[in-house]
C-alpha cells in the first residue's frame, strides 16, 4: 500500500530503479551512480556500527544466559566476566547504537560532502574502539564497575578501545557541524538537519566533558572514581539523545503527513535552548569533579532542559495531525513509531518525577526513556534502509515494520511500568538474584510484570535486526540507491 503524506510508494514491491542510461559522465570519469554511491558510503559505514552493536550486544545477553545453565558452567571459570559481558553490553546498547545512528542519519544529510579522508579515520578509529570493548570483556580479573550512564571496565585494553570509539565519533560530530548539507534530491528537510547538528554538537560537549572530568577527578576506589569520571557527560550525552529523537520526530512525521513540523528557524531556538546550557558542564569538569556544583549541575540540567523542549515539539505535532487527520493514513508505520516514542518519552517524565531515592523506580524511567530514543531510531531506519539500498532491493512491508514497532514500544512499556511498581513498594536498584531481597507482593507483581514487557521487547528487537540485516546484505550490489529522501 503507498505510505500518506505525499512521499510514499508501494513498499509492498521493490520500488523502480532511477533511469540512468546512458550515465552522465562527470570530471574523473565517474558516472551519477558512482558519485551517488561515493557519497552513501559513510551513511552506511556508521549504520552498519549502529545494528552491528545491537546484534553484539544480543549476543552478549545470550551468554549471560548461557553461563547460568548448570552444564556449561565448566566453560567460564573467570566469576567476574559475566559482568564484564553485562557491562559490554550495556556500552554496546546505548552508548555505541545511539550515538552510531546519530552518525548515520548525519552522513545521509551531509552526503558527498564530507571529507573522504578524516571520514575513513573516524571509521577507522570506531571499529578499533569496538574491538578494545570486546576484548575488554575477555580480561581475566578484570573489575567491572556498573557506573551510571556509562559501566566500565577497569583494564586498559578496555578503555583503549572506550578512548578509540569515542574519538572516531567526536571526529566525525566535529566534521558533520562544519560540512554543509546536501541539497540534492536526497537531502533531509532542513530542519531535520538542524535538530541532528544539535545532536553532533551536545555529543561533543559530552567529550569534552569526559576530558574535563578525567583530568581533575582524583584517585579513589573504583566505583567512586568512575562514577564521578562519567556523571557530567553521561547527563550530557542524554541531551543529545533527546535532539536526535527530535530530530527524527521531525523527521517521521514530515514524511507521514507531508508537510514539515516546524521552521528550520524554530527548530534552531529550540534546540539551542536545549544543548547550549549543557556547555558549562566542560567548565565545571575542568574545575573539578568533587566540587558540588558539577554534581548537582547535572542533574538540574537534565531535569530543566529536556522536557520543555520535548513538550514543544511534541505540542506541535499533535496539533498538525489533529488538523490532518481526515488525511492521514493511521495503519502507517510512521505513527507507530512516532506514537510509540512519544508515549515512552510522557512515561518517563512521569517515572522520573516519582522517583524519591535509589529504587526500581529509576531503572524503570531511563528504560522508557532510552526505549523512546531507540524506537524513534528504528522507525527511521526503515526509510534509511530505502534511501540507501540498491535499486532492485526489496523494501519492508509495512505492516511488518508496524508490527515490530508496535511490539517493541508495548513491551518497553511494560518493562518500565513493572520496574516501577516495583520500585514504589522499595524494591532497591542494581540488585540481581539472591541480592534483591524481594519480599512484598508488589515487588513479586512488578518484576513478573518487568519480565512478561522485557520478554516482549526482546522479541521486537530480535524481529528489528532480522529485518535490517537483510537490507545490510542488500547493500552488497552496486546499483543505484532506490528512492531519494523529501527535500
Known sequence: MPSGGGFGYNWAMPPPAVPLSPPVTLTAGCSVARQDRAGLWPARGWFLFAIGSLVLAGLLSLMLVIGR????????TDPLFFKRALVVHVDLAIVVWFQAG?????????????HRGVTAGALAFAGAGVAGLLIGALMPGALPVLSNYVPVIDHPVFFAGLASWFAGAGLFFGLALFTP????????????????????????????????????????????????????GGHVLQAANVAVMLALWLYLLQRWTGRPGLAPATVTALVTALVLP?????????????????????????????????????VVAVVQVWRQRADLKWSDYRFAGLAGSAALTMLGFVLGAMIRGSSTLVPGHY?????????????????????????????????????????FGAGQAVFGLGFALAGAYGLGRKQYGAEQHVRTLGEYLGLSVMGLGGLVAVAGGIFFLAVMLRHLAAWRRGAAPAAPFPS
Open 69 to 76: 545453565l548448570p552444564f556449561l558452567g565448566w566453560l567460564f
Open 102 to 114: 546519530t552518525l548515520a542519519f548525519l552522513g545521509l544529510a551531509l552526503g558527498p560532502r564530507l
Open 367 to 407: 528504560h522508557c526513556a532510552i526505549g523512546a530514543v531507540t524506537i524513534a531510531l528504528m522507525a527511521a531506519a526503515y526509510d534509511f534502509c530505502t534511501a540507501v539500498a540498491p535499486a532492485e532491493a526489496v523494501t519492508t512491508p509495512p505492516r511488518r515494520a508496524r508490527l515490530q514497532l508496535l511490539l
Open 278 to 314: 549543557q556547555a558549562v558542564m566542560p567548565v565545571l569538569a575542568f574545575g573539578g569533579t568533587t566540587v558540588t556544583d558539577y554534581f548537582s549541575m547535572a542533574t538540574h540540567l537534565m531535569r530543566w532542559t529536556l522536557f520543555p523542549t520535548v513538550l514543544v515539539v511534541l
Open 181 to 232: 548539507a546536501r541539497t540534492d534530491a536526497k537531502a533531509l528537510p532542513p530542519a531535520v538537519v538542524v535538530a541532528l547538528r544539535a545532536s553532533a554538537g551536545a555529543n561533543l560537549i559530552a567529550l569534552a566533558t569526559f576530558l574535563g572530568a578525567w583530568q581533575t577527578t582524583p584517585d579513589a576506589i573504583p566505583a567512586v572514581y568512575y562514577e564521578l569520571l562519567f556523571w557530567g
